[in-house]
């Protein structure tokens, strides 16, 4: 891994250079999925099950074979073995815990002259997942992208799993008996955004897409915005490792490891105000990196997108935080709590020595989908709110829209708007 100290004269270009990071589809894909959306809008369930034959090596005939029912979600969860199933029933209930605190109210309050004025709060009608399936599967993410919509409220949820070569993953489609999908299929990459975006004959028309997914489906996403919400254009997975010196560096390897494993372009950074303990560090990456089994993976993002850093203190280690503004921040130190109020942009802090990142990738509670490539300082987790809408609510007394009127008069008819004006003098009393 390449080391950083914020003493070198060259720092700033080096930092800059380091997080970089191009999010957007070069031109080859952009015409890729140009035309895979524009075939989907148009040849709906024909080109669905082409593109999904093409790219996921299956031979299905029509959209019925990849479908699934409700009796094949919950047979996988039945058939779990003893220990996966309580694994995944109790990340469950944590995940659904932890979105129930979540959960908003409409409210309203009454002025003395009678006006009510409000927020009504309403659940989406509709929203699809995506669940990624080529790589690796993620059962995990079915849990922390479908959790919170039903905790939301909403009425229907569809799911899309990629199943290259027909291989379904019982984990995955477990998770979806437990999280309580209401349909699910088949489909992946950019075929399956367009299909939820606009609608088939079979697979319905959402509002909202969630979930992680290839450059294909992320360039989907950007394209379908405004037909349909979306949660993020997520890019490569982020960890922020600050220590001060005194955690088991085997336990620091093994935790930007734990990022580092996801894909080649996976970003792991260790901040750190004693040099030694990088010495420290290293010896354990080299000692445990040949037990990994994604080893080489691993070794080409520590080696491409990993770094070192050496902060002269507390101050300016909070100070590189807030830059980089990080996906997953670990305060790996003797008092976290005392760190927090410096801290502004992250999008989740794991605080002490023994909080691991993984543990919140599967079954602290809260959600992994989380803002990458420094969006930390606009952006939250995916949440609840991300699943409900909110419409204001105004009810004038006819004390209150005589005052108002009078208000709203002048300001209209300052912006040269004379049906408004006219419209909000109607209602004044003589």
Not at 160 to 168: F, I, M, Q
Not at 215 to 240: C, N, Q
Not at 261 to 276: M, N, V, Y
Request: charged fraction near 25%.
């Amino acid at each position: 891994m390449r080391r950083l100290s914020t003493q070198d004269s060259a720092f700033n270009a080096q930092l800059d250079d380091l997080l970089a990071w191009e999010s957007v589809s070069d031109i080859e894909v952009q015409q890729s999925v140009t035309h895979i959306v524009t075939e989907v809008r148009r040849r709906g369930d024909d080109a669905l099950v082409e593109f999904t034959n093409r790219f996921d090596r299956m031979s299905v005939a029509s959209m019925a074979e990849l479908e699934l029912s409700q009796e094949q979600l919950q047979a996988a969860l039945d058939s779990l073995p003893a220990a996966e199933k309580q694994a995944l029933t109790t990340a469950a209930e944590r995940v659904r815990a932890y979105h129930e605190k979540q959960r908003q109210d409409s409210w309203s309050y009454t002025e003395a002259d009678g006006t009510m004025l409000g927020q009504k709060i309403t659940p989406m009608d509709r929203v699809g997942i995506y669940v990624p399936g080529g790589k690796a599967a993620y059962p995990s993410s079915v849990l922390m992208n479908a959790i919170p919509a039903h905790v939301a409220g909403v009425n229907e949820i569809i799911m899309v799993v990629p199943t290259p070569g027909g291989e379904l993953n019982q984990l995955v489609l477990a998770a979806a008996a437990l999280a309580g999908v209401n349909r699910v299929f088949t489909v992946g990459g950019a075929q399956a955004v367009a299909a939820l975006a606009y609608g088939t004959a079979t697979v319905p028309k959402v509002d909202k897409i969630v979930g992680p997914g290839n450059i294909y489906v992320a360039t989907a996403k950007r394209m379908v915005f405004g037909a349909v919400g979306i949660d993020m254009i997520a890019g490569p997975s982020e960890i922020l490792v600050v220590c001060d010196g005194e955690t088991d560096p085997d336990w620091i390897a093994m935790d930007l490891f734990s990022q580092a494993e996801h894909d080649e372009d996976a970003q792991s950074i260790l901040i750190a105000t004693d040099a030694a303990f990088f010495d420290r560090v290293e010896a354990s990456i080299e000692k445990l990196l040949p037990t990994m089994e994604r080893q080489e993976i691993i070794r080409t993002s520590l080696e491409g997108r990993g770094a070192l850093i050496l902060a002269k203190d507390k101050s300016e280690a909070t100070d590189l935080i807030n830059r980089i503004a990080p996906e997953h921040l670990e305060l790996s130190v003797a008092d976290p709590d005392s760190w927090l109020d410096g801290i502004r942009h992250a999008g989740a802090i794991f605080m002490g020595r023994y909080t691991a990142e993984a543990l919140g990738d599967y079954c602290a509670g809260p959600n992994h989908v989380l803002p990458t490539s420094g969006t930390a300082r606009f952006s939250s987790p995916l949440g609840v709110y991300d699943f409900q809408k909110r419409s204001s609510l105004v009810k004038f007394s006819a004390d209150g829209a005589s005052e108002m009127g009078k208000v709203a008069s002048v300001l209209a008819r300052g912006e040269h708007l004379t049906a408004h004006a006219r419209s909000a003098e109607f209602r004044i009393k003589d």
